[in-house]
């Protein structure tokens, strides 16, 4: 599971390839548990999550889909399904945490989700339940390559350089004192027969991946029911990713140099 992923280099990046306003400052070019990153939802999702209340969030999108009338006759309003980016940490804070302290303990360990126990899982359930669903916008995200014996970073694109938009879940956090944290994890999917990416990863374990999405289903995965949710849940194919081992710094000094 990745622990590791590269923000939209411009702010273009985001309306071209996610048809969302970009961020006032595009922040850190590589996120690492518990930093700042973004994620991706409808309009009315984005005002549910910025309202305070005790009670987490749900979708409102889904809301909107699922409510009755009390005249049948009444068709439900539609959603408002402008895509809104939305600041927050990388790494889940389940709304029944306790304290902060204890947020930044458990966030570290939730940066990723698997989607096969995601609606069982007490970190995620909730949260995959309430259909508290977002797309993560990313340039490319990188595994180790333990072939060797040694970890070697490996950076995972799409072939054709463009964006990503990986499917998550998040989460609106409040404390005791009004402290508020909005946070989000990445959903996988499992990579074990995947022509790429099974090649990484602790040898023996089981391998994963990003769930990326087509970026034709990006509405359909933000307001799909919780039951049709897994659906989108597959492996990305192995011919439109691109993987490239990241040359250090410490690679580069001639041995003889190290004394």
């Not at 930093?35 to 209340?53: C, D, E, L, R, W």
């Not at 902060?100 to 940066?111: F, G, H, M, Q």
């Not at 009004?178 to 995947?194: D, F, K, P, R, T």
């Amino acid at each position: 599971m990745s622990t590791h992923y590269e923000t939209l280099p411009t702010a273009d990046a985001y309306s071209e390839s996610f048809a969302v306003a970009p961020p006032e400052a595009l922040g850190e070019r590589h996120l690492w548990p518990r930093k700042p990153g973004f994620f991706i939802v409808h309009a009315a999702t984005a005002a549910a999550i910025a309202q305070p209340t005790a009670a987490p969030a749900v979708n409102a999108d889904t809301d909107a889909q699922t409510s009755t009338s009390a005249d049948a006759q009444t068709p439900a309003a539609e959603p408002n399904t402008t895509r809104v980016l939305v600041p927050a940490q990388w790494g889940l804070v389940p709304h029944w945490v306790k304290s902060a302290s204890d947020a930044k303990l458990r966030a570290t360990k939730l940066v990723n989700a698997k989607s096969d126990t995601a609606s069982t899982g007490t970190a995620f359930r909730d949260a995959w339940l309430n259909g508290q669903r977002c797309i993560v916008p990313m340039n490319a995200f990188y595994e180790d390559d333990l072939r060797s014996g040694k970890a070697v970073p490996t950076r995972v694109a799409r072939v054709d350089g463009k964006p990503m938009g990986v499917a998550g879940l998040w989460a609106r956090w409040q404390g005791a004192d009004g402290e508020v944290i909005i946070s989000y994890c990445l959903l996988n999917v499992n990579a074990n027969n995947h022509a790429l990416l099974h090649r990484y990863g602790q040898p023996g374990s089981e391998k994963s991946m990003p769930a990326i999405l087509n970026e034709g289903a990006y509405d359909a995965w933000l307001t799909a029911r919780p039951e049709k949710a897994k659906e989108f849940m597959r492996q990305y194919a192995a011919q439109w990713l691109l993987a490239n081992p990241v040359e250090k710094k410490a690679d580069k000094i001639p041995k003889g140099l190290l004394g």
